[in-house]
């Protein structure tokens, strides 16, 4: 199956930006990096993971959560096979892993996905930590 590996994290004070990129590597069954969906999650202490953002590569499609509406960008490279999502205007609040996955979902169902927190999902790679500091 794909694997996707985060990265960019680290730290920021509120109001700074930060863009983590998800790099998508190990195709098979003929799949490419344009025929998946990826979706971006994060996931703090002691809270539900929960859905950010996403993106179809192929056609450019976007989906954000309200809570970073306005505020992130996500965007694909796709000659890289990398997701990025740009970050600003952040607060506290949005401290946490992030993690990216790979869905090859319809994509009225991928939103629901998101809005649900993919609690199905079982290819979760290790994330990359953003910290926002007050």
């Keep these: 199956d794909v ?16 863009r983590v990129s998800c790099a998508a590597s190990g195709f098979t069954s003929g799949f490419t ?23 179809s590569p ?3 499609d976007t989906w954000y959560a309200d809570s970073v509406k306005g505020r992130f960008t996500i965007s694909s490279d796709n000659a890289k096979n990398t997701v990025y999502l740009e970050m600003n205007s952040l607060q506290p609040e949005d401290t946490a892993v992030y993690y990216c996955a790979a869905f090859t979902s319809p994509w009225a169902r991928l939103i ?15 994330g990359t930590q953003v910290t926002v500091s007050s």
């Design 33 to 55: 990096f344009e025929d998946y969906s990826i979706g971006w999650f994060r996931q703090a202490p002691g809270k539900e993971r929960e859905g950010v953002s996403c993106i």
């Design 112 to 126: 629901a996905i998101m809005t649900m927190g993919a609690g199905q999902y079982n290819n979760w790679g290790q």
């Design 3 to 18: 694997q996707l590996q985060a990265s960019g994290g680290g730290l920021v004070q509120a109001g700074g930006s930060l």
């Design 58 to 60: 192929s056609d450019g």
